[in-house]
Structure formats: structure tokens, C-alpha cells
């Protein structure tokens, strides 16, 4: 788990200091939303600039804590690094594409965002059977908690339908409209909620 840890020191340390670098260059109001269309809907006072670097923190030090309680588990424990880190360096090309268009730079934001979101989904659901039940992390449904059958089950058919989702998602992004690719992948995420409850039902008889 120290390779993890060190990586993502890295990866929100490294977002940190790169946006106190810019952070005088910007000007006083910054984009910080953008619509289905690319277009900047919402702005802010450039201070806002550091939300997405403190929710890393944030989300940083709550996985830390999601670590130790699997620390029984090594696969466990590395899924969860696996996931953190992915999700750090997502929310990190998030806050650069930010700070890079509030400089002038235009960027294509949601074709970068959701093409992003798609392969978090896909690499998160490559961890999915490695994942202990807990109260955390994963498919966390009545039916999971219940049982461990339907919980490593469940997460077993996650892996397949995230993966698959995320994969085709991610091509999805590639086309005129972007954002289906986006609600393609978070498909293969809400879709094992379901399966848990069909999964329990039929271990019952």
C-alpha cells in the first residue's frame, strides 16, 4: 500500500503546487461549469480554484481510512489504492483543464470529462471483485450486505458490465455528442444495483 500512498501524495501535492503556480496568472472570475454543449455556464471568483485540489484531500484521506480497514485483505487493500489513485488523477487533468481554459487555453471540456469518467468507470470495475464487503466501498445494497455469496457474486458480474461499459463509453465520447458516452458508461454502474437484488432473489430459490 506505500506505493499508493506515495503516488497519490504525489498526484494531490503535485495538483496543489501546480495551482498555487498559476494561481496569479488567473484572472479574477474563473469558468468553474460547463453545459451539455461545451459552453461555460458558471463562473466563480478565481479562489474557487482550489475546491477540486482540497476534495482530492478530502477523498484522499477518507480512502486512507477505507484502506485500513481492509488492511486484512492485500487484494482488498489494493483495489482500493487502485481506485484512489484513478480517481486522483482524474479529478488532477480535471483541475488542469480548468486552469489551463480560465488562462485562455480553450480545451473541448466535456469530450475530456466524460471520455475520463468512462475509464474511471472501466478501471474501477476491473477492482470490483477484489473488494472485501464493507460499508465503503462497492455495490452496497441490502442484498450485498446480507450476504457474502451475493456480495463477491455481484461484484464479479459488476467487474464484466462496468468494464464493458466503461470500454464503449469511452469510444462513445469520440462522437458528435460526447455525454452519451458518459450516460452509456454510468449504465454498466447503476445496472449491478439491480442484478444484486436479482442475484439474491435466486440464491433464495
Not at 489513485?85 to 486552469?99: E, R
Not at 462497492?138 to 461484484?155: K, L, N
Not at 458528435?176 to 435466486?202: E, H, M, N, Q, T
Request: net charge positive; with cysteine; charged share 15%.
Amino acid at each position: 500500500m506505500r506505493f499508493w500512498n506515495v503516488l497519490q501524495a504525489v498526484i494531490v501535492g503535485g495538483t496543489f503546487l501546480a495551482t498555487i503556480n498559476y494561481y496569479d496568472h488567473l484572472p479574477a472570475m474563473i469558468p468553474m461549469h460547463w453545459n451539455i454543449h461545451g459552453e461555460i455556464d458558471g463562473i466563480k471568483s478565481k479562489e474557487f480554484i482550489y475546491l477540486i485540489p482540497g476534495v482530492m484531500l478530502l477523498l484522499q484521506t477518507l480512502f486512507g481510512v477505507l484502506a485500513k480497514s481492509v488492511a486484512k485483505n492485500p487484494m482488498g487493500e489494493r483495489a482500493i489504492g487502485v481506485i484512489t489513485t484513478a480517481t486522483l488523477g482524474f479529478l488532477a487533468i480535471v483541475q488542469g483543464i480548468v486552469v489551463a481554459v480560465s488562462l485562455g487555453h480553450q480545451q473541448d471540456m466535456v469530450r475530456i470529462v466524460c471520455a475520463g469518467a468512462a475509464l474511471l468507470i472501466l478501471i474501477i470495475g476491473r477492482e470490483m471483485p477484489h473488494l472485501p464487503r464493507n460499508y465503503w466501498a462497492g455495490i452496497r445494497t441490502p442484498w450485498t450486505m446480507a450476504s457474502d455469496f451475493v456480495w463477491q457474486e455481484t461484484h464479479r458480474r459488476a467487474a464484466i458490465f462496468m468494464t464493458r461499459a466503461g470500454a464503449i463509453g469511452a469510444a462513445l465520447t469520440m462522437t458528435p455528442w460526447p455525454w452519451v458516452g458518459l450516460v452509456f458508461a454510468l449504465g454498466g454502474v447503476l445496472y449491478p444495483v439491480y442484478d444484486s437484488w436479482r442475484i439474491s432473489k435466486r440464491s433464495l430459490g
